[in-house]
Nanobody
Framework: QVQLAESGGGLVQPGGSLRLPCTAS????????MAWYRQAPGKERELVAI???????NYADSVKGRFTISRDNAKNTVYLQMNSLKPEDTAVYYC??????????WGQGTQVTVSS
């Protein structure tokens, strides 16, 4: 059974930091590209960051220089380190796994709220 379990969300003040882990099970994690998406109220889901099976990464322009995606294949876990958080980063953050553009899995999401 495939599972993607996100955690680490919560309430943080502007300028603060959070780290979101996503632990995977039920598939060969190292072969999949892993990504973080987010969806704010009233907005479409958007790609935040992606890390390929080989380790290359890409980021949305809005988070470049502030967020870092990484993976630990030994722990079947992908991380999103979020620094210098802004109120506009408030959203539900979703973990995504994709293989060859054919197979795709989603986590249930974790809420991140940036507010003073």
């Amino acid at each position: 059974q495939v599972q993607l379990a996100e955690s680490g969300g919560g309430l943080v003040q502007p300028g603060g930091s959070l780290r979101l882990p996503c632990t995977a099970s039920g598939f060969i994690f190292s072969r999949y590209s892993m990504a973080w998406y987010r969806q704010a109220p009233g907005k479409e889901r958007e790609l935040v960051a992606i890390i390929m099976s080989g380790g290359s990464t890409n980021y949305a322009d809005s988070v470049k220089g502030r967020f870092t995606i990484s993976r630990d294949n030994a722990k079947n876990t992908v991380y999103l380190q979020m620094n210098s958080l802004k109120p506009e980063d408030t959203a539900v953050y979703y973990c995504n796994a994709k293989w060859a553009g054919v197979i795709e899995y989603w986590g249930q999401g974790t809420q991140v709220t940036v507010s003073s």
